[in-house]
């Protein structure tokens, strides 16, 4: 199974733009989350050689806006697509997303978005403009589990607990933004404690979980720690 970062606050090359929040092509056609700014992520996609027609579903992690940049164009240019949304979206975000004739569906725990994707269903998390509705995917492969966050408000360490709860195998990789960008090292570490008693073997931390965090698990976890930039391809 196939991921590549089309969006994110760093870039491996000086062709793409980089910006706040996230985006990630999963096999091809699935995307999850569509970064701050659509000129910015379909330049990407281009470079990339992503053309938006072949984009068949899409997954909201949150209503944040730098989730949701390159998401109305998208929409515009696949009428029909597939949505997939979390049921506490505000009513202002979902009665957008159906003006522009979008395929809703109200998430659950674990419901299938596609071959060996599935979705975590809503979970609850802080953020400065209060509670959150959010979502996260996973993917199963040979290798295991792969958990994609995009924020994680509601924290990274439980919702891989909870993955781990309802896949039989083992969590592989765990990839995007961790919220962990204000914590302070000693909590940064139970948190990478937590990782490493809960068995996950690789991570590719990304957009909120903040270079001082991103370098403590690089630390921690070495040669299975993976620069997860705008423009890297991964197989999982």
């Known amino acids: 199974m196939n991921i590549r970062i089309l969006f994110d606050n760093r870039k491996q090359d000086k062709g793409y733009f980089a910006g706040w929040g996230v985006s990630y092509l999963i096999d091809g056609h699935i995307l ?18 992503v053309k938006p027609e072949e984009i068949t579903k899409i997954v909201v992690s949150h209503e944040h806006w730098d989730h949701i940049g390159g998401l109305w164009r998208l929409l515009a240019h696949n009428p029909g697509m ?12 979902k009665d957008k997303i159906v ?11 674990f419901m299938e978005v596609d071959r060996d994707v599935y979705t975590t ?7 400065r403009y209060g509670m959150i509705p959010e979502q996260a995917l996973v993917l ?3 290798k295991g589990t792969t ?7 509601n924290g990274i360490a439980d919702i891989v607990a909870s993955v781990r709860e309802r896949m039989p195998e083992p969590v ?22 937590r990782f490493r008693e809960m068995g996950v073997t690789k991570v590719a931390p990304t957009h909120c979980t903040g270079m001082e965090a991103i370098q403590l698990f690089k630390e921690a976890y070495g040669s299975d720690f993976i620069e997860a930039l705008v423009g890297t391809n991964l197989e999982v």
């Open 32 to 49: 999850f989350d569509a970064g701050e700014n659509e000129d910015m992520l379909f330049h990407n996609m281009r470079s990339m050689s």
């Open 82 to 93: 597939p949505a997939y949304i979390c049921p506490g979206v505000s009513s202002e975000f």
């Open 99 to 109: 003006s522009f004739g979008a395929d809703i569906t109200f998430v659950e725990p």
């Open 121 to 127: 269903g809503e979970t609850k998390g802080m953020s």
């Open 140 to 142: 199963r492969s040979e």
């Open 147 to 153: 958990v994609i966050t995009g924020c994680a408000h």
């Open 172 to 193: 592989y990789l765990v990839l995007g933004g961790f919220h962990t960008l204000d914590l302070p090292p000693s909590v940064l570490r139970l948190v990478i404690k």
